[in-house]
């Protein structure tokens, strides 16, 4: 059965500080593995990452995907409270951009002033 | 450029009723996904739409139906209600050229 797991759950850090949010899974035909993050409501798209080594970066986020070891990691340095939310990474299955997203459960981040 | 709408925002029903969500896609997207997060999880696939057709779905009993429309909205029909069904239900909308992007969500409650 196809698996995403993320750890940890949940994080707790103070501003300024660096974290790593973890993503393995096992799935059949991977297309792309993506990250979102969640505050209250809709999950809004970080990266999408399809090669593996490349590291894709957006201000202080960045993603890197090991197609080998079946991994993805998500780092956050400089952290700020308005980092606080659930971060949830999905695997794509074939169908391009369109195919159903597998779900880990999320890391819920908490970072504290 | 409005991006995923959904309605209603918050839905409460008891058990054994009927319930229809509704989605419109962010402008130039043509498949609507359809996800159920219960609290505390992650999203869960339902199903998807392409052409107006299920395309894919994921491991739902019949009681969860869909339907798209030709300007590319959905809607979703969850019959006879349980308990268990009470959760956060987002709808994605995506193209060839763009990953999926999610609404806000409709969250079901059901007593």
């Known amino acids: 059965e196809d698996k995403v797991v993320q750890s940890p759950l949940s994080l707790v850090v103070h501003e300024g500080d660096t974290v790593t949010l973890n993503c393995s899974y096992e799935?059949?035909?991977?297309?792309?593995l993506l990250w979102y993050k969640q505050e209250k409501k809709a999950p809004t798209f970080l990266f999408m990452l399809?090669?593996?080594?490349i590291e894709k970066k957006s201000g202080r986020l960045s993603s890197i995907l090991d197609k080998k070891e079946l991994f993805s990691i998500l780092n956050i340095t400089a952290t700020q409270t308005g980092d606080s939310a659930v971060y949830l990474c999905?695997?794509?299955?074939?169908?391009?951009?369109?195919?159903?997203?597998?779900f880990g459960q999320g890391t819920t981040l908490q970072v504290k002033p | 450029d409005a991006g995923v709408t959904q309605s209603p925002t918050h839905l409460i029903k008891t058990r054994g009723q009927q319930v229809t969500l509704r989605c419109s896609p962010k402008?130039?997207?043509?498949?609507v996904s359809w996800y159920q997060q219960a609290l505390g999880q992650g999203p869960q696939f339902i199903f998807q739409?392409?052409?107006?057709?299920?395309?894919q779905r994921g491991n739902f009993p019949d009681r969860f139906s869909g339907h798209q429309f030709p300007n590319y909205s959905s809607e979703l029909n969850v019959n006879a209600l349980l308990l268990g069904d009470s959760a956060l239900y987002l709808c994605?909308?995506?193209?060839?050229?763009?990953?999926?992007?999610f609404g806000d969500g409709t969250r079901l409650s059901i007593l």
């Open positions: 402008s130039g997207h043509d498949t």
């Open positions: 739409y392409y052409e107006e057709e299920e395309r």
């Open positions: 994605a909308s995506s193209s060839l050229s763009e990953p999926q992007h």
């Open positions: 799935v059949t035909n991977f297309r792309s």
């Open positions: 399809t090669s593996s080594g």
């Open positions: 999905a695997v794509s299955l074939p169908r391009s951009n369109t195919g159903k997203l597998i």
